[in-house]
């Protein structure tokens, strides 16, 4: 049998055997097959037969043998569904998110044939209502996924992660889609038609399954895909050592090395180091920190390693569509901010928007001009509070309302000291501040004591009475790090969140959602993949806070404009203001 044969039984099998626990349905749906063609004599025409047989199937008999719901014929695309996002609305599904948790990804085995991956060449989008040639201004767009092998054999499980753009090149108008992981290689794509015109719609490869498997599992064998390292000083007496927020990992990782325990000086964050050697070098003696190559080794498959260099293709296939004026799919009306559920913030996979050239359109609520914000920071204080992009954020805010300066001159851009501004005359100030440890630095040494401070130390100082606007991020840094390790910092964030709502009522708490970003330095190492999984960690540690606290949706914007850097560009920065804004002054 050829090799090319063996791999198809692979998929055939291996999927149907182990996913779906159909061994029985399938040997007897294979004796069934036999039984009705007489004259089948060769093995090796088994796999076209079995094609053929499903291809002459009614597409509901197929499904409801291989698909998860929601079923094709489930999905209600009438009259009155089609101007509305909301084929799949539950946010305890990790499919609301578009990931694939830990658990299920690590049930595979590393791979060992990049063949039997998604392909994007081979994959193949259609309109799901194939009679369509033409949309309405404000419907939503259904198309159909179908992920193929390099092999070309149609995929029969989920987990790859795919993304969606519809795009008007004429005058540069683009938006992001929903996409919806039916768990049996096909996916879901819903796209609002927010504009007229001829528009294209594209479908991202982001990750391959096997990615998103390597991805997680190298998480679980290295202390850190970039490493956190201390350096001890005491006269004319230094030494480097590794830390890591977990004492576990770091003590498995040392052989059981005697550890100093930072938890106290990183302002309660857990934080551990290896105790320095040298006898007059003490765990007081803690002065700079550096995230300095080289950077750990990776255990990636030459599979894998293959498949990283793939990330983020676009399929081969594309959808054109016209979209002509609205009729039946009646925009509705933006509403005032203060007239809008933040719950929905946690809960609509609605897009909040698309762009028009470089400018951010919000699409459910009302926008604000420059006289609304000059009113809304008047005797506020903003506390931004987190990584670079944040410190962005600042620069950009900074600019824009021409606040004054009250610390040291940066000397640098990459700057990692707490940097503050005020305007005297409306009462207004504003800084930046960076989360405590892990912060990556970069190949340099610095001062440790610039990261010392955490986020839910920041926010338990807070004034009782201070008009202060919140808002905090923990994403860029953490990556390199099992995602528990986030987990654990942000549940002791809610804590501080809830005292500071309980005793300051002037507070407003936004979270900067995660952002994503194609390009990545270091395959393996920083990588987008965890959007969806932060989103979710998220939702699940700020339960009963989502009706007080604001999460700031950025991937929208990210995806839509196909951003590269993990610090998106100044366009991108401005809209992300502009929504933060929208919330921070609603009251």
């Known amino acids: ?34 039984a009705a063609n007489e004259n089948f004599t060769d093995i090796n025409s088994l796999p076209s037969l079995i094609d053929n047989v499903l291809n002459g199937m009614k597409k509901k008999d197929v499904r409801e043998l291989f698909s998860s719901t929601p079923k094709y014929e489930d999905l209600n695309v009438d009259h009155q569904k089609r101007c509305e996002i909301g084929i799949l609305n539950d946010p305890e599904d990790p499919r ?9 990804a690590l049930q595979y085995k590393p791979c060992n044939d990049t063949n039997l ?7 193949k989008i259609a309109l799901l209502d194939a009679t369509r040639t033409s949309y309405e201004q404000g419907e939503v767009i259904h198309v159909i996924v179908q992920i193929y ?20 090149r004429e005058y540069n108008n683009h938006s992001s889609g929903v996409v919806t992981d039916n768990l049996d290689g096909t996916y879901l794509v819903e796209i609002k038609a927010f504009w007229t015109g001829p528009s294209i719609i594209i479908i991202e490869l982001a990750y391959t399954r096997e990615i998103i498997t390597a991805i997680y599992r190298v998480r679980t064998e290295v202390l850190a895909t970039r490493n956190v390292y201390a350096q001890f000083q005491s006269l004319n007496d230094s030494e480097e050592v590794v830390c890591h927020p977990n004492n576990d990992r770091l003590l498995e990782a040392t052989q059981n090395a005697a550890l100093c325990n930072m938890t106290d000086i990183n302002s309660g964050m857990s934080f551990y180091c290896v105790k320095p050697k040298h006898q007059n070098l003490t765990c007081e003696h803690w002065t700079l920190v550096s995230s300095k190559t080289p950077y750990p080794a990776l255990s990636f498959t030459n599979c894998e390693s293959t498949l990283l260099k793939r990330i983020h293709t676009n399929l081969t296939e594309t959808i054109s569509v016209d979209i002509e004026p609205e009729s039946t799919c009646k925009s509705p009306p933006r509403v005032p901010i203060s007239k809008y559920k933040i719950t929905k913030t946690w809960t609509s996979r609605e897009p909040t928007g698309y762009f028009i050239g470089k400018k951010w359109n919000f699409v ?26 944040l410190r962005h954020w600042y620069l950009n805010l900074k600019e824009q309302t021409k606040c004054v300066a009250t610390t040291g001159k940066w000397t640098k851009m990459k700057w990692h000291e707490a940097s503050e501004c005020e305007l005297k005359d409306i009462g207004f100030k504003m800084g930046w501040y960076p989360h405590s440890q892990p912060f990556c630095v970069g190949n340099t040494w610095e001062n440790a004591e610039h990261t010392h401070i955490s986020i839910a130390r920041r926010i338990d100082n807070i004034p009782d009475n201070e008009n202060a ?10 990556l390199a790090f099992h995602h528990t390790v986030a987990q654990g910092r942000y549940k002791l964030i809610r804590k501080s969140v809830e005292r500071l709502l309980r005793r300051n009522k002037n507070a407003v708490v936004l979270i900067k959602g995660p952002h994503t970003f194609s390009k990545s330095r270091a395959a393996g190492r920083l990588n987008d993949c965890y959007v969806g999984l932060f989103n979710k960690i998220l939702y699940d540690i700020f339960k009963g806070l989502h009706d007080r ?24 920065v401005t809209a992300m203001l502009e929504q933060m804004f929208y919330f921070a002054c609603r009251k």
């Not at 609301?96 to 299920?104: A, G, H, K, P, T």
């Not at 991956?117 to 994959?123: D, I, K, L």
């Not at 606007?469 to 953490?478: D, S, W």
């Open 1 to 34: 049998m050829s090799t090319k044969r063996i791999h198809y039984f692979h998929r055939r099998g291996y999927n149907y055997f182990n996913k779906r626990c159909l061994a029985g349905i399938l040997t007897g749906f294979t004796f069934l097959i036999l």
């Open 96 to 104: 609301f998110y578009n990931i694939l948790l830990e658990d299920e």
């Open 117 to 123: 991956a998604a392909s994007a060449n081979n994959s």
């Open 149 to 168: 092998d390099g092999y070309g054999y149609k995929k029969t499980t989920g987990g790859d992660l795919l993304r969606a753009t519809i795009h008007d």
């Open 364 to 389: 459910q609520i009302e926008g604000i001009n420059n006289s609304c914000i000059n009113d809304c920071i008047r005797n506020k204080r903003i506390y931004m509070i987190g990584d670079s992009t």
């Open 469 to 478: 606007i919140v808002v905090f991020q923990l994403f860029m840094h953490q």
């Open 549 to 572: 606290v604001v999460l700031l949706n950025n991937q929208d914007a990210t995806i839509a404009a196909h951003t590269a850097e993990n610090h998106p560009p100044q366009y991108i």
